[in-house]
């Protein structure tokens, strides 16, 4: 374990290196007048100076490695140039829409979970019942629904109708507060800067904002979890350590708790990261539907406006996150299941 975990790391920075030539490799689409702003993270400065002697000063008169090189320099400072559809560094944009993205991805991780093991844990001692043949249908049907579909469909019953949970990530007042001078950002995640900041308000209003698409993102991780749960469980009851607890006189609830559940969490606790990556190409739509400004929406944003330098830091940060979370759940398998062996 601990040399694959060794060599996982080692070669974590190679993996990443060729994720940089790749995104790289996508200006040379694009003029060198146009990769100024991918390198130039001062707006003024496009607009005073002259553009041949900016291409000089950044290198971009020079042969493509040397361009690499000078990129990859910055990147390592964190600067990813500057973004006209956010009117701000690409760096400090990426920090506040990822953290926003991050924090919808969270709730909704903790939403299917949540539901998938009870659920999933009900259809299978339930097995071939009414309730076990509905949830089946179910998440079936889920699968079908298409997340704006169901996301429309959210905003006019609970929204519209009522007005219980608001479009947005926070109310007009709450970002007053957010963003006063008395406020102070820790993680860009307004759930717990409210909560460091003892403003129970701001995190009461950020929940509501939250509620709606974090179902909407919930309801796709779901459908996959809930029928691992189930098949999974429905595999380690009849397992022979499980009907030993039985023998002993335990009763029915406690062997499902302690005896089956847990062992049967295995395969939906990894499967559960595998399940967050995919979902990162539904955020888009989904905060698209919710105008939560996140790094779908801003991703949107960049593309509709020919944002380059918002495209490449988007595609740079969306990438290493895949590639940190499939090690992440590669390493996930061997920690939650020591009868794993990596070879």
Same mark, same amino acid.
């Given at each position: !374990? /601990?040399?694959?975990?060794? %060599? ?12 940089? +030539?790749?995104?790289?490799?996508? !200006? ?28 000089? %000063? ?20 964190? $600067? ?5 559809? #956010? ?8 920090? %506040?829409?990822?953290? @926003? ?6 709730? #909704?991780? +903790?939403?299917?979970? #949540? ?7 009900? @259809? #299978? ?6 309730? $076990? ?11 079908? +629904? ?42 860009? &995640?307004?759930?717990? $800067? ?9 995190? &009461? ?14 309801? /796709? ?8 749960? %189930? ?21 029915? *609830? ?5 005896? *089956?559940?847990?062992?049967?969490? &295995? ?26 400004? /996140?790094?779908? !929406? ?20 969306? /990438?290493?996150?895949?590639?940190? !979370?499939?090690?992440?759940?590669? &390493? ?12």
């Amino acid at each position: !374990m /601990g040399q694959y975990t060794l %060599r996982k790391l080692a070669l974590l920075p190679v993996t990443l290196l060729c994720l940089s +030539i790749i995104v790289f490799s996508f !200006m040379s689409f694009i003029s060198p007048y146009a990769r100024l702003a991918v390198f130039c993270n001062n707006p003024e400065a496009l607009r005073t100076v002259n553009l041949d002697v900016l291409l000089h %000063r950044y290198g971009l008169d020079k042969p493509v490695p040397a361009q690499y090189w000078t990129w990859l320099n910055r990147l390592f400072h964190a $600067d990813f140039g500057w973004s006209q559809s #956010a009117r701000m560094p690409v760096s400090q944009a990426l920090l %506040r829409y990822g953290a @926003a993205s991050i924090e919808l991805l969270s709730l #909704a991780l +903790i939403w299917a979970l #949540a539901g998938s093991i009870i659920l999933g844990t009900y @259809a #299978a001692v339930h097995e071939q019942t009414f309730s $076990d043949m509905f949830l089946r249908v179910a998440s079936t049907v889920s699968l079908a +629904i298409p997340e704006f579909i169901f996301g429309l469909v959210l905003l006019v019953v609970f929204y519209s109708s009522v007005n219980w949970f608001p479009p947005g990530r926070l109310s007009f007042w709450a970002l007053n507060i957010v963003y006063s001078q008395g406020f102070v950002t820790y993680t860009g &995640l307004h759930t717990v $800067d409210s909560l460091l900041n003892a403003n129970f308000w701001v995190f &009461l209003d950020a929940l509501r904002h939250l509620f709606l698409p974090s179902l909407v993102v919930a309801l /796709g991780m779901w459908t996959t979890l809930f029928r691992l749960m %189930r098949s999974s469980l429905l595999e380690v009851i009849h397992e022979d350590y499980v009907t030993v607890a039985r023998a002993k006189g335990l009763t029915e *609830a406690i062997v499902i708790r302690k005896h *089956a559940r847990r062992n049967a969490l &295995l395969p939906v606790i990894t499967q559960a990261g595998i399940t967050v990556v995919r979902s990162i190409g539904g955020i888009v739509i989904v905060e698209s539907v919710f105008t939560f400004r /996140g790094m779908g !929406m801003f991703l949107v944003t960049a593309a509709t406006t020919l944002d380059f330098p918002a495209i490449l830091g988007i595609s740079l940060v969306v /990438g290493a996150f895949i590639i940190l !979370m499939n090690i992440v759940i590669d &390493l996930g398998y061997a920690i939650l299941d020591p009868r794993i062996q990596y070879k």
